[in-house]
């Protein structure tokens, strides 16, 4: 049976935009997806995601041991539903990233990564070699597929459908040797840095951990997401749950604007998706001015507080 099976990402309580993304690269596949939500009272979320275009069941499975975004625990319980699919989908997110390999490994297939495009149901394009190449990916027909769809790549499915939401028991037991700890994150109340629709990032140019703060104001001033270079991270001036790049997070925000931001390509790769690039610094031959549509050649320092004035 040709028929897909999408893993929706959540926080316990809102479904994350990925698992709508997801759904449109489900589509491009032609054929029918189903969408399964795993976790504790999410009956709520459920709902949420029957709305979304062109699902046809949504699979609620509630149990307090899924609670958590443990792998482990949550990777069985796809499992033990793979046997009526022949695709199985996740979003190229952290928890995507985390959880698709661990499906793939126990049912002995490999997975294919970051999917871009699709040219039909075993035949996908990916980028590599930090998006400066695409290749082609021929999977062959007789394996289950396993992937992660690249979120970056795709716009959400619209939210008018109707699937039919069951309630589902679930099958797998509690990891006896995997305890989940806790989740932290710095950015607050700030928009998920891979569905925000404008994201403000720093560089290495703040040059301190308190100078951060200039991010941090600005972007809760124009309501957007709050990320850093790579080289911000291993200076220590942010948690790295803010990395923009190959190595952090890939985004396609409306608008992003980069403070201080030289443009290695590590960098570049995790942004080239976004409408619109903002560029602001001191370097005139800074290569993330290649890339930008609009540059600024100015000194951050007075630049921010001149665009909270403006924009107070």
Known sequence: MSRTLIIAEHDGHNLNASTAK?????????HDFDIVVMG?????IAAEAAAIDGAVTVFAVNAEHLANPLATNHATEVVSMAADYSHILGPSTTYGRDLMPRIAALLGVNQVSD?????DAYHFKRPIYAGNAIVDVHAPESVKMVATARVASWKAAGSNGSATVENRSASSQVSAHTRYVKQESGGGERPDLQSAARVISGGRALASKENFDLIYGLADLMGAG??????AVDA???PNDM????????ISPDLYIAFGISGAIQH???IKDAGTIVAVNK???????EVADIGLVADLFNVIPELNQLLG
């Open 268 to 270: 570049i790769t995790g």
């Open 283 to 289: 370097d005139a031959d800074a290569p993330i001015f």
């Open 236 to 238: 220590g001036y942010c």
């Open 22 to 30: 997801s759904a449109s690269c489900a589509a491009a596949l032609g």
């Open 40 to 44: 504790q009272s999410v009956d709520g």
């Open 243 to 250: 990395q923009v790049g190959q190595t952090g997070k890939i």
């Open 226 to 231: 709050a990320g850093a270079s790579r080289a």
């Open 115 to 119: 999917i871009s495009a699709v040219e």
